[in-house]
């Protein structure tokens, strides 16, 4: 899964469960229990999951991203809040997309957050990490947005 997917999952998935949710659990719905896609009648061809070709195939996220039964737009600020409750580290999701990665249990080395900026087409210096950071957080909330989450006002630019 993209580093993209991988946030945006993480966010969406916990939206539902507050009390089974932890940041290093996958959440449900994840590439496990991938839906597949049936190949065209008399073919016999393998069923492809759909998760797996979205990945290969684009860096943007799907709106079915969004939980099974999630009517309504997920709550990022919510969601985020109730993990930064439940972490021992005090991290600033709201700024730092290292600490919005650390609080969802994923990898926030630079080497990750080079791939994140691949993926979303980033075309600064990527030695440049803190312009690339801001960047980051701002297209990732954007993301969230597009795809059923609910981003609070001041995180909006």
Not at 15 to 37: D, I, L, M
Not at 79 to 86: D, N, S, T, Y
Not at 133 to 154: F, R, S, T
């Amino acid at each position: 899964m993209s580093v993209l997917g991988s946030i945006v999952s993480a966010i969406l998935g916990h939206a539902g469960s507050p009390a089974s949710a932890s940041a290093g659990a996958p959440p449900s719905g994840s590439k496990a229990a991938a839906s597949t896609v049936a190949p065209p009648s008399g073919s016999k061809a393998a069923a492809a999951p759909t998760s797996a070709v979205a990945a290969q195939t684009s860096p943007s996220i799907t709106p079915s991203a969004q939980p099974p039964g999630a009517a309504s737009p997920v709550d990022v600020g919510a969601v985020m809040e109730r993990l930064a409750g439940q972490s021992k580290e005090k991290l600033d999701w709201q700024k730092s997309i290292v600490d919005l990665m650390k609080l969802l249990g994923l990898d926030s080395s630079i080497s990750a957050r080079k791939q994140l900026a691949q993926e979303l087409h980033y075309t600064g210096n990527l030695n440049d990490t803190s312009a690339m950071n801001i960047w980051l957080h701002q297209q990732v909330m954007i993301k969230l947005a597009e795809n059923g989450g609910k981003v609070p006002e001041a995180l909006r630019h």
